[in-house]
């Protein structure tokens, strides 16, 4: 079912947008950086940025990877993955098909989150 018309996926997917917003700006704010400050080596505007921290503009996952490897910050610490246990095989192959549909500089950026995600676990 698409996620825009099912009402609970959505208000999910909302919910997890604040969250994400509200774990990067206490990042922030515990690096002691303002927001020009904390988008400088980001290349970010800082108006675009507190839309992103207030959760009213949801962040790129590319975005998201430039802040993690910019400041060090292991994704889950800022993002909530919630996963069922599924069959190993079946997960693969959907895995394939989904990369399958990349390009190269897709595969790239796939390659280094997962790679991240493997040194972090």
Known sequence: M???RDPAKKKSADTQVTQIAAKLRKIRERKNLTREQFCEPLNENSEYWGLIERGVHPISLSKLLQVCEVYHIPIEDVV?????KQD?????DEITSLLDDCDCRQLEVIRKFISDIALSL
Not at 80 to 84: A, G, N, R, S, V
Not at 88 to 92: A, K, M, P, Y
Request: glycine letters at 0%.
């Open 2 to 4: 698409n996620q825009n």
């Open 88 to 92: 190993c095989q079946q997960l693969r």
């Open 80 to 84: 909530k993955l919630d996963y069922q």
